[in-house]
């Protein structure tokens, strides 16, 4: 029985804090039998990770995924670099946009799609410190205005 819909192993909660972000693309990724083994048991770390374009092809650099408990001397590098699979014209766009300068390759996300590891990879550009601070900020603004309101609406002022 083939797996349906989507189910996310790991996020990279920081990369919306630290980055602005520009684009996203859905990659596949190139992995070994016990990486794989590895994410269904729901152990991913997206922490350091980042990607990175080099001749025509998109590495993802960083990522780690815990050796399979149950592998024996075929398990896998736990930081071993893994190939992103894109199609050619989004690699070009990439390579383009990162050639440019300040822009960045996050992963946000890695998930699987109907049976089949897929990262949700961002063109990002990185966040000075009062761009994280005036974000802040806006968002503790809003959460106000909305319990306020909440609390208008009940009656409660």
């Given at each position: 029985?083939?797996?349906?819909?989507?189910?996310?192993?790991?996020?990279?909660?920081?990369?919306?804090?630290?980055?602005?972000?520009?684009?996203?693309?859905?990659?596949?990724?190139?992995?070994?039998?016990?990486?794989?083994?590895?994410?269904?048991?729901?152990?991913?770390?997206?922490?350091?990770?980042?990607?990175?374009?080099?001749?025509?092809?998109?590495?993802?650099?960083?990522?780690?995924?815990?050796?399979?408990?149950?592998?024996?001397?075929?398990?896998?590098?736990?930081r071993r670099t893994r190939k992103?699979?894109?199609?050619?014209?989004?690699?070009?766009?990439?390579?383009?946009?990162?050639?440019?300068?300040?822009?960045?390759?996050?992963?946000?996300?890695?998930?699987?799609?109907?049976?089949?590891?897929?990262?949700?990879?961002?063109?990002?550009?990185?966040?000075?410190?009062?761009?994280?601070?005036?974000?802040?900020?806006?968002?503790?603004?809003?959460?106000?205005?909305?319990?306020?309101l909440g609390r208008r609406v009940?009656?409660?002022?």
């Amino acid at each position: 029985m083939k797996e349906k819909g989507r189910k996310v192993i790991a996020t990279n909660r920081k990369a919306r804090h630290n980055y602005t972000i520009l684009d996203t693309y859905e990659a596949g990724v190139a992995l070994l039998g016990t990486e794989v083994k590895s994410l269904r048991e729901g152990k991913a770390s997206l922490v350091d990770a980042f990607a990175t374009v080099d001749d025509g092809e998109v590495w993802l650099r960083g990522l780690h995924i815990p050796e399979y408990g149950h592998g024996t001397w075929t398990n896998h590098a736990p930081r071993r670099t893994r190939k992103l699979l894109l199609h050619r014209r989004e690699i070009d766009n990439l390579v383009g946009k990162t050639r440019e300068g300040n822009q960045t390759l996050v992963p946000l996300s890695m998930y699987f799609s109907d049976g089949k590891v897929k990262v949700e990879l961002a063109l990002a550009r990185g966040k000075q410190d009062y761009d994280k601070r005036q974000d802040l900020a806006r968002r503790t603004a809003e959460r106000e205005v909305t319990r306020e309101l909440g609390r208008r609406v009940k009656g409660m002022r």
